[in-house]
């Protein structure tokens, strides 16, 4: 169905992705033109902004361990309970939401398909291998920066000097990011307040707040400096 309508994400999308299929053939039904047209008209659009796109990034084995770690964590933290109550309440791996990883693995050992070591060794795999194809992906984007930790000693301090050189190279600073950033009333904070002085002090503590708050999902302990 989808080859006659769309042949060119036909042949990009398997078969048995179901999810993606549909959303394909939703969209020309609703659109009336093929999604793989409105993907290579968006790859070929020109981003307006002047951005710094990091990807920060371990050595393949640290992560693996991390992510190991973090399934231990979550096992301990009641995962099993968790997705029990869930059970309980009727959800079931036919939907969408319970086809996450930890949910569809932890669902087949509740329905006595495999014993929770098992599920536990799968989920550890599958989230590995999740882990791999977003590291493809971002490789894929263009003018991506990649930080690796291990080249600064992993050192915060020293990653984010880099990528605030990055950021000045590439003429994003402090005042640039205002004087762009437009709001619905149609003026920028730096404009409103250039007759009392340029950016107010509590306006730039909360811009380097929003930093920094960015920052802390990858540099856990990560702070705001006054």
Request: glycine fraction near 6%.
């Amino acid at each position: 169905m989808l080859a006659e309508v769309d042949p060119k994400s036909a042949e990009v999308i398997h078969e048995n992705n179901t999810k993606r299929v549909i959303r394909a053939l939703e969209f020309y039904h609703q659109n009336h033109s093929p999604i793989s047209a409105h993907n290579e008209e968006q790859q070929e659009r020109t981003s307006p902004y002047n951005l710094a796109y990091f990807v920060l990034n371990v050595p393949r084995e640290l992560l693996y361990k991390r992510i190991d770690k973090r399934v231990d964590e979550m096992m301990t933290s009641g995962l099993v309970a968790e997705v029990q109550k869930l059970k309980d309440m009727g959800c079931h791996r036919g939907m969408v939401s319970m086809q996450g990883l930890g949910y569809k693995e932890i669902l087949a050992y509740l329905d006595g398909e495999m014993p929770l070591e098992e599920a536990v060794r799968i989920l550890k795999r599958d989230t590995r291998h999740f882990a791999k194809r977003q590291l493809t992906w971002f490789h894929r984007e263009p003018e991506t920066v990649w930080v690796n930790k291990d080249e600064f000693g992993y050192n915060e301090d020293k990653m984010l000097e880099y990528m605030q050189s990055v950021c000045r190279e590439k003429g994003i600073t402090e005042s640039s990011y205002f004087n762009n950033q437009i709001f619905h009333r149609g003026e920028s904070p730096a404009l409103k307040n250039k007759k009392n002085g340029g950016i107010p002090s509590d306006r730039r503590k909360n811009y380097y707040e929003r930093i920094i708050r960015a920052a802390g999902n990858f540099f856990p302990g990560l702070r705001f400096l006054p």
